[in-house]
Structures are given as C-alpha cells and as structure tokens.
C-alpha cells in the first residue's frame, strides 16, 4: 500500500474507534508479535527516546506513529518498568499538538532535575511548500507521571552554517552546567554534532561543532548520546551514508561510536581512537543510554532501520526495541552486556555437553521459539562451529558460527523463514580472534540478540521463521570441538 502525505499526518485523535479496533485486531492476529520485546500495539515503533530513572523506576519512551508501519506523524509512547523486564504501558506521553511540533513530536532525551523529569526533543514543523523548520522543546514530568510542555521552544533557530536536519538532543549535567548535544548537517552535506550549554535547562546557548576529525563521515548523524565510562569518553551516533567496507557498513544505515578522552568542553574536541560498529547485525539503530541508581550505564536501541519494508508491515505494525544491556570499557572497546535482570525471564533451566566431529547434532530437550540460550565451543580444531535455531527438517535455519579460519563470527539468515531487505545482504560478519567462543542467544519470535564473548561483540536481527520452526542443531565442520549449552524456556 502507498501511503500518501495525508494519511501518514493524520492525527490519532481523529480517527474512529472502529479504525483502530480493526487495526489492533489485525496487529493483534500476527504471527510473528514478540513475547517479551517493547512493541507497538499498532502502527511503527522507533528511536528509544527520553531514558531515564526517575522516581524509582526506568522510564523509556519511543518513536511511534500509530496508524500503521510507516514514519508519519510522531508521538512519544511511554513505558515505565522497576526492573527493566516488566514494563508498564503508560500510554502516549508527548502529543504534536503545538506550532513547533505540527508535523511530529522527534527525537529526545530525558534528565532528573529538581525532582523533575526533563525531557527535551526536536519538534518538526513543515510549512506550504514543505520546508522544514526544527525547533528544540522541552517537556516536564512530575512524579505522578504528568507532563507539561512549555509554551515555546527552547531553541528555535537552526546555527548558521548548517542545514535543516537539525535534532535528537541528548542532555547531561556537568558540574552546575547542562549541555546538549545534537546532530546536524552542514552545508556542505556532511553530518557532524554541536554542543549547547545551559544553567537551568530553559536557556541555551550554542558553544559550537565538536571537533572529531570526521569531517566527511556520512551525510547526517542522527541520535547522538554522549557519556563518560570508566574515565573515557564515549560518544554514540548514527551516521547515514557510509559506504559498505569489507564486513563494516552494511546496513542501510550504521551505529557506532568514537571512545577516548573525556570531551573537552572548553576545545569542543574529543579525541579518540576510531568509529566502532555498536551492533554486528542487521537491524540495530538509533541506540539511547541512561545511567541508573545504581550507576550503570544500560543501553536500548530500535531493533530496525529506516527505509526497508519488514513482513509485519502487512499487519499494520513494525519493529521493536532491544533488551536493555549494560555498558563497560574493556581493552579499549565497548561491551554490551545483558542487563542482569533478564534472568528474571528465566523458566526451566537444563543443561548438556556434547563433543562434536565433523557433524551435526541435535540436545535432547533443546528446541523453542522464545528462550535464552548461552553455548561455549572450545577445544576447536574444526574449521567451522555454530548453532542453527529456528530450524526445520525443511532447510529453514538462522545460523551463527564461527570460523577459526578465517576468525570471524558470522550470522546468516539466508534460510530464516521469510526473505526481506534482501538488497543489503543475509550474512553479516565481524572479526574474533578467540581459541574458545560463546554464543549467548536471546531468541523471540521474530528476533534474536546474541552476545558474543560475554558482550565483545553482537548480533542483533529480526527474523520470520515460520510457525513449526523451533529446532536447535549443534555443529562442527571439518574437524571437531567440545560443546557446553544451557538454555532457558521464556
């Protein structure tokens, strides 16, 4: 179906009752709805926006258009859990209902201040000949979950020297001051961040671009997040128009980061050692981070991409976020790791051993759609070790393995039930130099996130297996290794 400009700048306040109760019917009937990932109820779920803990509980909010799986007009939905498993639909949180937000509630950020959550974002107004103005709004909510906008923008003009596409705040507090930081477009069509600085969260003061060194680096970033972590720092974005190198750079679009030093506030400069790939696999975007009271830095991301058409699509609903992970610094390199509290989803534990040569091998009592699975190969002298899951006896598979050849993990998902986004490829690899490997799998109905190595790396996918597709084979070819696997039911 193709959407015109009308229909994707429909308001959800103006549609019937009987529209949306059809609509959740059809989403509702879809196979491939997720049992334990943060989705839609209707429509298109994207970016992570406003992360925070706040008042004793994690907040998370999203991208969502509600009317059906394509970017139209944007509201904020929020979620709220105490334990980062649990999560409670607290309903839409920021409606674009004011002059600088006529055309979509965009992208933001959440920060606690005076007892208060602050959440500021990017609204999107297009005028008759369909030029965008961004405006930078700002959001208020109490601990009763009330939210307040202000009557204006925080910051209503573009800097000079830049083009329209100008959003995504990420705000943090550095001794008594607040600063942003934004993407943007210079004129010249490459992307880049500035910084704002700010006393009280309300007046903004523009400090200048951070100087990088990428200067021609894609044409846009998108969703910039900066942190510090283990006295280094960290700067997350999302750089569109990067051309795909090697194994790097094969999705439409990339995430990633640059790790150093602290940001230099006074230089706007952070120097680091290189772009990095956050996420190995195919659907990973826009990733948000927030720091919790017990100070760790867990990160969530929107399992999807923009501009590619998943098979949801034709059951009016689309993506959905990731499991939150917790942050470290380990050899000069960002590792995500499961957030602990996932073992709270945890159900019928067992265990096996198996050595394997040359040859495939199925575990009794290994097999499902949605279960948590962690398996170490080691001893390997064979060329190729792996796992195929979401498996049938007729060849459908989504498989992960290792090549102690060439030290690579590779993904595929040449053969994992319904083809799409075929134009970037089905296998995705990544470097490892490791004599043993664990593959850590989180597998829903449509997904999986795997955590290589205790978070060095991961994959992260959506996948359309069809319905009977929930056989689990352990293999080894050309050689053998030993097997260690426990999985849990969810």
Known sequence: MEWTKEQRYRRLEEVSEKELTDLKREVTNCSWRQTYHIQP???????????SFFNGEYHLFYQWFPLGPVHGLKYWYHMSSKDLVNWQDQGVAIKPENYYESHGAYSGSGIVHNDLLYLMYTGNTRDENWIRHPYQCMAIMDKKG?????DNPVITQVPAGYTDHFRDPKVWKENDLFYAVLGIQRKNETGCIVLYESPDLLEWQLLGEVDTGLNDFGYMWECPDYFELDNHGVLIFSPQGLKPTGDIYQNIYQSG??????LDIKDKSLHHTGFTELDRGF???APQ????????????????LPEIDYPTDRNGWAHCLTLPRELSVKNNKLVQKPAAELKLLRKDEQSKKAVLTSERKSLE???GKTYEMSATFHSIDASLVGIEFRATNNGEKTVIMYNSLEKKVILD????????ALTNGTIRKCHLDAAAVTFHLFVDVSSVEIFINDGEEVFTSRIFPSEGSEGIVFFAEEGGCAVEATMWQI
């Open 365 to 367: 009592g290994f097999n």
């Open 257 to 262: 980061y640059l790790l150093g030093e602290p």
């Open 146 to 150: 009330q939210i307040k906008k202000l």
């Open 41 to 51: 109820n209707t429509g298109l779920l994207n970016d992570p926006n406003g992360f």
């Open 413 to 420: 998902r040449t053969d994992a039930g319904e083809p799409f």
């Open 283 to 285: 659907d990973f975007y």
């Open 289 to 304: 981070t927030a720091t919790d009271e017990k100070g760790r830095r867990i990160l969530v991301g929107w399992m999807g």
